[in-house]
């Protein structure tokens, strides 16, 4: 059994031979399949097979987040953090961030917009660099893998990136500025 995590509703991989395992909390049968009602990862508890729930927790230093842009100001922009460390977070639970200009970049920290790299509604990657006041958390997109993962343009389509720093519209071609995320399966971590 591999250690993939799997989503609601999608089909749980089983080993060719061997008798059919006896369904357990997280899975059900529909159509002669058996498929994940929880998000997680599948495993056996002798010949029962179970998927335990996922507990989110809350962003600690050095977590991975996601969440969208809501606000922005000269200074920073504000996230809705929805996911900490892979894991989606419960509907209403979710964390506020803050990406403050001098947390955008490793380079150049002085020469900053927040316009020139988040809009309202994009959907960011980052991580959290310390807890900030009662209310949110310090966050900063100053790696590679780190900022802008997905945005729309002006026009309503979803943006392409070009560069670390240019994003475009594929029904315009007009570019936009944002601090892109470098694709995950080009990293090298």
């Known amino acids: 059994m591999s250690s993939t995590t799997v989503l609601p509703g999608q089909p749980i991989p089983l080993p060719s031979r061997g008798p059919a395992p006896q ?18 990862v599948p ?11 996922i507990k989110p927790h809350p962003p600690m230093p050095g977590s991975v987040v996601i969440g969208f842009v809501t606000r922005l100001s000269p200074l920073q922009a504000l996230l809705s ?26 380079t150049e920290k002085d020469r900053v917009k927040i316009g020139d790299c988040f809009r309202g509604g994009d959907v960011v990657r980052s991580q959290v660099i310390s807890l900030g006041d009662a209310r949110s958390y310090f966050v900063t997109t100053a790696r590679n ?4 993962i ?6 309503g389509a979803t943006l392409e990136p070009v560069s670390w720093q240019e994003m475009r519209c594929p029904k315009t071609g007009k570019i936009e500025k944002r601090k892109c995320a470098k694709p995950l399966e080009m990293v090298d971590i």
């Not at 460390?85 to 970049?105: H, M, N, S």
């Not at 997905?150 to 026009?155: G, L, Q, W």
């Open 43 to 53: 495993h056996f508890e002798g010949s029962t097979l179970t998927i335990s729930r």
């Open 23 to 40: 369904l357990g909390a997280g899975i059900y049968e529909r159509d002669g399949q058996m498929r994940a009602s929880l998000l997680g």
């Open 81 to 106: 953090i929805t996911v900490v460390d892979d894991v989606p977070l419960p509907v209403g639970e979710e964390f506020t961030g803050v990406i403050r200009a001098q947390d955008v970049r490793a």
């Open 145 to 148: 893998d780190l900022g802008v």
């Open 150 to 155: 997905f945005a729309t343009s002006e026009a």
